[in-house]
């Protein structure tokens, strides 16, 4: 049974940085692409970064150069850095993970990932 269990976030101050995590259990995290997504008010699920199965990342243009994408295949955690974070970032983010390897051009696609967790609140004022 896959679980995914996000943590960190919170409240943050514009300008600031902040990093979010990702527990994964069930699988090896090192054999499925992972990534994470966000959600505004208002807003569809998009995708902020992804990582597949080498290590090849992937980041959203809206954000690249503020984010950070890394997994950890020993503990079976994935996080997200972000720097310079901004008011309109305020969204709820969700770790994926992917049921097998995907091409690197689709590491930011909803259809890639078949798992979910629960997400976390990131409110930037």
């Known amino acids: 049974h896959v679980q995914l269990v996000e943590s960190g976030g919170g409240s943050v101050q514009a300008g600031g940085s902040t990093g979010i995590s990702c527990a994964a259990s069930?699988?090896?995290?090192?054999?499925?692409?992972m990534g994470w997504f966000r959600q505004a008010p208002g807003k569809g699920r998009e995708g902020v970064a992804g990582i597949s199965t080498d290590g090849t990342v992937k980041y959203a243009s809206a954000m690249k150069g503020r984010v950070t994408i890394s997994k950890n295949n020993q503990m079976n955690t994935l996080d997200l850095e972000i720097r310079n974070i901004q008011v309109e970032d305020t969204a709820r983010c969700y770790c994926?993970?992917?049921?097998?390897?995907?091409?690197?051009?689709?590491?930011?696609?909803?259809?890639?990932?078949?798992?979910w967790g629960h997400g976390t609140q990131v409110t930037v004022s």
């Open positions: 069930g699988y090896t995290a090192r054999s499925n692409c």
């Open positions: 994926a993970s992917s049921a097998r390897e995907a091409s690197d051009s689709y590491l930011l696609h909803r259809d890639t990932f078949r798992y």
